[in-house]
């Protein structure tokens, strides 16, 4: 999904850059279906930079009733609700490690630029 919406670019990390590391989170729910997701390994934030900084898509609980209300309201089919964060811009520079298992050959001291 991330490679698909073009938000990452691989990149050469300047020596005044730090990247972020992450790791993958693996989880089958009570359903018996599978979750996985990308996460910030926490230990790679900066105290009083970045610490207390949340990179999460964050929807708020009023805003989400308001939503499915008009939708309801309007006859209005919703369509990829869950990769929805993923089209809003960074308003500032950001590099991670490209992630265990997606790393392009070739290029496996490169970092993903994000967008």
């Known amino acids: 999904m991330l490679k698909d919406r073009n938000i990452y670019e691989v990149v050469d990390l300047s020596k005044e850059r730090k ?4 790791h993958w989170i693996f989880k089958i729910k009570s359903d018996s279906h599978y979750k996985s997701w990308l996460d910030v390994k926490k230990f790679s934030q900066v105290k009083e930079i970045n610490f207390d900084e949340l990179f999460s898509s964050v929807v708020c609980y009023k805003t989400t ?3 499915l209300a008009v939708v ?3 006859n209005i089919y919703i369509i ?3 990769t929805a964060y993923l089209y809003s811009d ?3 520079e950001i590099y991670m490690e ?3 298992g997606f790393r392009q050959s070739g290029k496996e001291e490169k970092v993903w630029q994000l967008y």
């Not at 990247?19 to 992450?22: G, L, Q, R, S, V």
């Open 72 to 74: 309801a309201l309007e």
């Open 90 to 92: 960074l308003d500032k």
């Open 80 to 82: 990829d609700v869950k």
């Open 98 to 100: 490209q992630s265990k």
């Open 19 to 22: 990247a972020i590391k992450n």
């Open 65 to 67: 009733c308001l939503f």
